[in-house]
């Protein structure tokens, strides 16, 4: 994890200067009960099948990731000094909890998985996803996805 005190001056002072919006206690929508909710998965770890183009610095794209890729098949484009990738490398369930999910639907928690799943590059302006994040919510929609597990690493 990234640690204000060990990082540089310059890099410390854009950080705290970021602005962070607030929002209020009202929902935007109101999705079925959990027990019959389709839920995706949305991350921010700038993960991808092994083979997807790579994510660039600042990429303001999106990657699918199928429901029925495998762990070992999910690779990590993220790169930065303060991004710590121990727990990615152990348990893929930390940055993609799809196993987590798949385990939640068949003990009824959840309704059902969605068949896909969507990586964006961490570290990026919101603003600069917002066109590729509009588009997405759509598709989602259109494939029947109540909620979204967003995962922000």
Known sequence: MARLDRMTDGEKKYLLSL??????????AVPPSLNK??????????IHRRGD????P????YRIIPGSAEPNDIVMSHVSTNF???GFQ???NVTFPLERLKELAEKGIIGSVANYH???????EPQKMERAARSLAGIMKNDG?????????
């Open 19 to 28: 602005p962070c919006p607030t929002f209020g206690a009202t929902p935007w």
């Open 37 to 46: 909710c389709r839920i995706s998965i949305v991350s921010s770890a700038g």
């Open 53 to 56: 183009r790579p994510f660039e």
């Open 58 to 61: 600042g990429a303001s794209d």
């Open 84 to 86: 710590d990738r121990t």
């Open 90 to 92: 152990q348990d893929l």
């Open 118 to 124: 969507y990586a964006f590059m961490g570290a990026t």
């Open 145 to 153: 996805v109540d909620a979204i597990l967003l995962v922000p690493v």
